[in-house]
């Protein structure tokens, strides 16, 4: 979710149902240390190397999905994959640089805000996995609900479920950031979410698959 993640004109083709052709092969490749993605036709004459965020994009064009419901998924999923980093200098990338937020009782304006927060947010919510689902979108708004796990530092585990109201600008920045936490103690054979920590593997399932 970086300042380029949306053009202004996207609306240009928010209707249309792109698909990928039939023939095109994808494979993964590490150059530099980075993560890369090739398409290529079954000839091998025809290659384009994709970033991991550009592959995202690519592998939702199904024909069926508009541009605009690929795009609000995009959203649930890229913020997921950022908050299970636990960077807050990533986090607050996705945000403008005036961002509002209010996260349960706190409210903050501005990235270095939002940084300070996230900071001591997880050097208190330990072992901290996230997962998100997009509820409803309209316009340039989304809402969502997620999950979260996590321990304190005595060892006790919680699951935090909480609903979450967006808004972006026209660069696809977020603007405002409304969210509603509540916190339910769980026993560590309760826990759903045991991927390594980072970004949920693509075969783990997602909260209505977890019955959340």
């Known amino acids: 979710?970086?300042?380029?993640?949306?053009?202004?004109?996207?609306?240009?083709?928010?209707?249309?149902?792109?698909?990928?052709?039939?023939?095109?092969?994808?494979?993964?490749?590490?150059?530099?240390?980075?993560?890369?993605?090739?398409?290529?036709?079954?000839?091998?004459?025809?290659?384009?190397?994709?970033s991991p965020a550009a592959q995202e994009v690519a592998g939702r064009l199904d024909g069926r999905r508009t541009v605009a419901d690929i795009w609000q998924d995009l959203q649930a999923?890229?913020?997921?994959?950022?908050?299970?980093s636990r960077d807050?200098?990533?986090?607050?990338?996705?945000y403008t640089p005036d961002s509002q937020w209010r996260n349960r009782a706190h409210f903050l304006t501005g990235r270095a805000a939002i940084v300070d927060f996230l900071t001591r947010k997880w050097t208190r919510e330990l072992d901290y996995r996230l997962i998100k689902e997009v509820w409803a979108f309209q316009d340039n708004r989304i809402a969502v609900r997620f999950a979260y796990e996590w321990h304190d530092e005595t060892?006790?585990?919680?699951?935090?479920?909480?609903?979450?109201?967006w808004e972006f600008d026209a660069h696809g920045l977020m603007r405002l950031r409304i969210a509603s936490i509540n916190d339910l103690p769980i026993a560590p054979d309760d826990r759903l979410f045991d991927w390594p920590l980072g970004r949920r593997p693509d075969d783990h399932p997602g909260l209505s698959r977890l019955g959340l």
Request: zero cysteines.
């Open 155 to 165: 060892g006790h585990w919680f699951r935090s479920y909480g609903n979450e109201n």
């Open 77 to 84: 999923r890229l913020a997921e994959d950022a908050w299970n």
């Open 1 to 50: 979710m970086a300042d380029t993640h949306r053009s202004q004109d996207w609306y240009r083709i928010a209707e249309a149902r792109p698909r990928l052709r039939r023939d095109l092969r994808v494979i993964r490749h590490v150059y530099l240390g980075q993560p890369w993605y090739v398409l290529s036709d079954r000839t091998g004459t025809k290659t384009h190397r994709l």
């Open 88 to 94: 807050p200098e990533r986090v607050s990338l996705a």
